[in-house]
């Protein structure tokens, strides 16, 4: 029977009963420019999966379950589409080794690089390994390895900081020359292929920039805009990177227009003809995080290259959005210190269960109500963002959003206080220490027989190479072996992540147990409370209220192992 056990994010685990005598490997790879045959030293997609396919048939142990491929994907955070399949596949039992080439492949952030290493992957069961770097966790439990492979990360990350000052610095010279163009063109635009750093108009798209533009002149709404564009077909922004073999990933070529979009081209100054520098700078050996610069910041190359639409157009439409970010300016003024008590508790936590879009916080404007937090009201952002042409209008106000979050960390708090407190009635008895002693001697036990096991392996070797046995011979034996050791290596990995779960669940200083002591006594939900303890809130059209909280894999282990301490059997 398979066990179901989950991680702080709020994910299940479904974790299956493990027969085998090998650990299913996951092939991680990553290239922060999408590989297209160029040089580069080595490290393709392609040959970073030969390189660990090869790995794979020399170690028996070790069976492919996947290849996860991040293609144009920065090692500097783990935001990365193939990063999170692999991660859901480890949650849900299917994956229990990854194998990378190098560490700079895993990422070159080297405190999130190694929370991996040191504390997720152990507390999961999961063992790494990462060839050139000679590391894999199964057997490196010795000073050296443990200093070497934080240095690593520490190099990878220097080494990534390096780089970004050197192009960046390269970058705003080419800028003052007029000699850089951004990596993708605007929508309606296509870079030259004849004038080096020069724009060509799209004629396919370039006719949907100036209906766009003439809409908003008109005073037509952006959602309209966006209903507009969806039903006349017209192809977004996304779609016609695919088109033009920019992007290649499918689920960009079914986008839907979104009001974000809209607002994104009625501000960009490119469409008159110039080209704008700094508008979304960043800056990783700065230190400075993408983000939207205010526009006295920008800096501009007039004349560059065909204007879409006109100077006096583009002039009238930003007035329009002057003006009205006057007005609601002044109206937010007026409401400013009501409004400041309202404080979305759930930012970042709260979705659409229907369509997986964030929930917009709305605070509320309307005079017939009160300006107060019970009054304000979470709407589908995916309705909001698409025109109306996504998903459903559902809102749900502020007061049952909290209402159903604080029963559930009542729940858990009730669960955590009840085994706190087995766990000190347990502590120093006779069963913590027979617990304590099963576990440690699995552990040797295992390490025993691997080190005989290595033995008559290497006296196998020495048998061959006397002559004593052939190669038909030597080949039948080592094979049993090393599934042998295969078992054995499999088994020990587990019993340690069990006995390193154990010393977690037997110290009481865990995170859990620090977090929800936060919870004793609430009345009210506060966005520190939340941040701690709720991994995510779903809102369903029906109203329906869904609560992830975090802590979930160490309560399911704490249940597990006060279990056994109690002498229960569980499957």
Same mark, same amino acid.
């Given at each position: 029977m398979a066990r179901k056990s989950r991680k702080n994010t709020g994910a299940v685990i479904e974790t299956p009963v493990q027969t085998s005598n090998y650990f299913s490997t996951a092939?991680?790879?990553?290239?922060?420019?999408?590989?297209?045959?160029?040089?580069? +030293?080595?490290?393709?997609?392609?040959?970073?999966?030969?390189? &660990?396919k090869a790995y794979l048939t020399e170690h028996a142990d070790l069976k492919l379950y996947g290849i996860y491929e991040d293609n144009g994907e920065k090692g500097t955070n783990f935001d990365r589409p193939e990063f999170k399949r692999?991660?859901?596949?480890?949650?849900?039992?299917?994956v229990k080794c990854v194998l990378v080439k190098d560490l700079s492949r895993f990422g070159r952030d080297y405190i999130e690089t190694g929370e991996y290493l040191e504390k997720i992957f152990p507390f999961m069961g999961i063992r790494f390994i990462s060839i050139t770097d000679?590391?894999?966790?199964?057997? &490196?439990?010795?000073?050296?390895? *443990?200093?070497?492979?934080?240095?690593?990360?520490?190099?990878? +990350?220097?080494?990534?900081? +390096?780089?970004?000052?050197?192009?960046?610095?390269?970058?705003?010279?080419?800028?003052?020359?007029?000699?850089?163009? $951004?990596?993708?063109?605007?929508?309606?635009?296509?870079?030259?292929?004849?004038?080096?750093?020069?724009?060509?108009?799209?004629?396919?798209? *370039?006719?949907?920039?100036?209906?766009?533009?003439?809409?908003?002149?008109?005073?037509?709404?952006?959602?309209?805009? &966006?209903?507009?564009?969806?039903?006349?077909?017209?192809?977004? $922004?996304?779609?016609?990177?695919? +088109?033009?073999?920019?992007?290649?990933?499918?689920?960009?070529?079914?986008?839907? @227009?979104?009001g974000r979009t809209i607002i994104d081209i009625l501000k960009n100054p490119t469409y008159t003809g110039?080209?704008?520098?700094?508008?979304?700078?960043?800056?990783?050996?700065?230190?400075?995080?993408?983000?939207?610069?205010?526009?006295?910041? @920008?800096?501009?190359?007039?004349?560059?290259?065909?204007?879409?639409?006109?100077?006096?157009?583009?002039?009238?439409?930003?007035?329009?959005?002057?003006?009205?970010?006057?007005?609601?300016?002044?109206?937010?003024?007026?409401?400013?210190?009501?409004?400041?008590?309202?404080?979305?508790?759930?930012?970042?936590?709260?979705?659409?269960?229907?369509?997986?879009?964030?929930?917009?916080?709305?605070? $509320?404007?309307?005079?017939?109500?009160?300006?107060?937090?019970?009054?304000?009201?979470?709407?589908?952002?995916?309705?909001?963002?698409?025109?109306?042409?996504?998903?459903?209008?559902?809102?749900?106000?502020?007061?049952?959003?909290?209402?159903?979050?604080?029963?559930?960390?009542?729940?858990?708090?009730?669960?955590?206080?009840?085994?706190?407190?087995?766990?000190?009635q347990m502590r120093g008895s006779e069963k913590e220490k027979n617990l304590i002693d099963k576990y440690v001697g699995r552990i040797n036990y295992l390490s025993q027989e691997l080190k005989k096991l290595n033995g008559r392996r290497e006296a196998l070797f020495e048998s061959f190479a006397e002559g004593i046995l052939d190669e038909t011979e030597y080949q039948f034996a080592k094979k049993k072996y090393d599934d042998e050791a295969a078992g054995i290596e499999k088994k020990l990995t587990d019993e340690k992540a069990k006995k390193a779960q154990l010393d977690d669940v037997l110290s009481l200083s865990n995170e859990w147990f620090t977090a929800i002591h936060k919870a004793e006594n609430i009345t009210e939900i506060d966005s520190e409370l939340v941040k701690h303890l709720v991994s995510s809130v779903k809102i369903f059209e029906d109203n329906r209220v869904e609560v992830e909280l975090n802590f979930k894999d160490q309560r399911y282990i704490f249940n597990l192992i006060i279990a056994e301490m109690a002498g229960e059997e569980h499957e």
């Amino acid at each position: 029977m398979a066990r179901k056990s989950r991680k702080n994010t709020g994910a299940v685990i479904e974790t299956p009963v493990q027969t085998s005598n090998y650990f299913s490997t996951a092939i991680y790879v990553r290239l922060s420019i999408e590989n297209s045959g160029k040089d580069d +030293d080595g490290d393709s997609i392609a040959n970073q999966i030969s390189f &660990c396919k090869a790995y794979l048939t020399e170690h028996a142990d070790l069976k492919l379950y996947g290849i996860y491929e991040d293609n144009g994907e920065k090692g500097t955070n783990f935001d990365r589409p193939e990063f999170k399949r692999m991660m859901d596949d480890i949650r849900s039992g299917k994956v229990k080794c990854v194998l990378v080439k190098d560490l700079s492949r895993f990422g070159r952030d080297y405190i999130e690089t190694g929370e991996y290493l040191e504390k997720i992957f152990p507390f999961m069961g999961i063992r790494f390994i990462s060839i050139t770097d000679g590391y894999d966790s199964l057997t &490196c439990d010795d000073a050296e390895g *443990a200093l070497m492979i934080p240095l690593k990360n520490m190099i990878n +990350d220097v080494y990534a900081k +390096d780089i970004s000052r050197k192009i960046i610095t390269s970058f705003r010279a080419r800028q003052e020359k007029g000699e850089f163009l $951004p990596a993708f063109a605007p929508y309606g635009y296509v870079k030259s292929k004849q004038v080096a750093y020069r724009y060509e108009v799209d004629q396919e798209t *370039a006719p949907y920039v100036r209906m766009i533009f003439e809409w908003k002149a008109e005073g037509v709404s952006h959602n309209e805009i &966006c209903k507009r564009l969806n039903a006349m077909g017209a192809v977004t $922004p996304a779609r016609r990177k695919v +088109d033009l073999g920019i992007w290649r990933a499918e689920r960009y070529k079914n986008t839907v @227009w979104f009001g974000r979009t809209i607002i994104d081209i009625l501000k960009n100054p490119t469409y008159t003809g110039c080209i704008v520098y700094g508008r979304i700078p960043k800056s990783l050996y700065e230190g400075i995080k993408m983000h939207r610069t205010p526009e006295e910041e @920008w800096r501009y190359v007039p004349n560059a290259h065909e204007p879409i639409i006109s100077q006096e157009l583009f002039d009238k439409v930003q007035k329009m959005f002057a003006d009205r970010a006057k007005k609601f300016q002044k109206k937010m003024n007026e409401n400013a210190p009501l409004r400041e008590l309202v404080t979305n508790h759930f930012k970042g936590k709260i979705y659409c269960g229907d369509c997986g879009k964030r929930m917009r916080f709305v605070k $509320p404007t309307d005079k017939r109500y009160p300006i107060d937090q019970n009054h304000a009201v979470y709407v589908c952002g995916g309705y909001l963002d698409s025109g109306y042409s996504r998903c459903s209008r559902h809102s749900i106000r502020y007061p049952l959003v909290a209402e159903a979050v604080l029963a559930a960390i009542k729940v858990q708090l009730e669960f955590a206080l009840k085994q706190e407190q087995l766990i000190r009635q347990m502590r120093g008895s006779e069963k913590e220490k027979n617990l304590i002693d099963k576990y440690v001697g699995r552990i040797n036990y295992l390490s025993q027989e691997l080190k005989k096991l290595n033995g008559r392996r290497e006296a196998l070797f020495e048998s061959f190479a006397e002559g004593i046995l052939d190669e038909t011979e030597y080949q039948f034996a080592k094979k049993k072996y090393d599934d042998e050791a295969a078992g054995i290596e499999k088994k020990l990995t587990d019993e340690k992540a069990k006995k390193a779960q154990l010393d977690d669940v037997l110290s009481l200083s865990n995170e859990w147990f620090t977090a929800i002591h936060k919870a004793e006594n609430i009345t009210e939900i506060d966005s520190e409370l939340v941040k701690h303890l709720v991994s995510s809130v779903k809102i369903f059209e029906d109203n329906r209220v869904e609560v992830e909280l975090n802590f979930k894999d160490q309560r399911y282990i704490f249940n597990l192992i006060i279990a056994e301490m109690a002498g229960e059997e569980h499957e």
